[in-house]
């Protein structure tokens, strides 16, 4: 399944908020677009975020976030933090939330995959 299919809940993404606020947004800004005047970070909401983890698993960002980030401290989060993180991430991305929170289960995230663009004709979220 993808991103598109309700893979966090917003709960979950406002506890990951709370988190970015903390941990984040020194880097990567406060609206997630990246490149603050201290440092030049990438972007983690919009076309160029979505096309840079297109086709990739969402265990793929949950490995980098947590073994690389914070830049400072890295893998300083609890695991359950950095899912909160990338909840956040998905919500900023305008990616819809469903009725389970997102896991820390390798082979669960291993499972969902990005896509830039949003699946045509595919099921609703209503309808899984």
Known sequence: KTVWAGVYTQEQAKRGEDL???H???CHGEDLSGDTPYNPSPGLAGKAFMLRWDN???NDLFKF???NMPKTDPGSLSKDNY???IAFILRS???PAGDQELTQDKETLQKITFA???PAGGPSVAQK
């Open 20 to 22: 970015y606020a903390d």
């Open 56 to 58: 990739r698993s969402v």
């Open 65 to 67: 976030i947590s073994n």
């Open 116 to 118: 830039k663009d949003k």
């Open 24 to 26: 984040c947004s020194e």
């Open 83 to 85: 899912i909160d993180v």
């Open 93 to 95: 991305n305008k990616l």
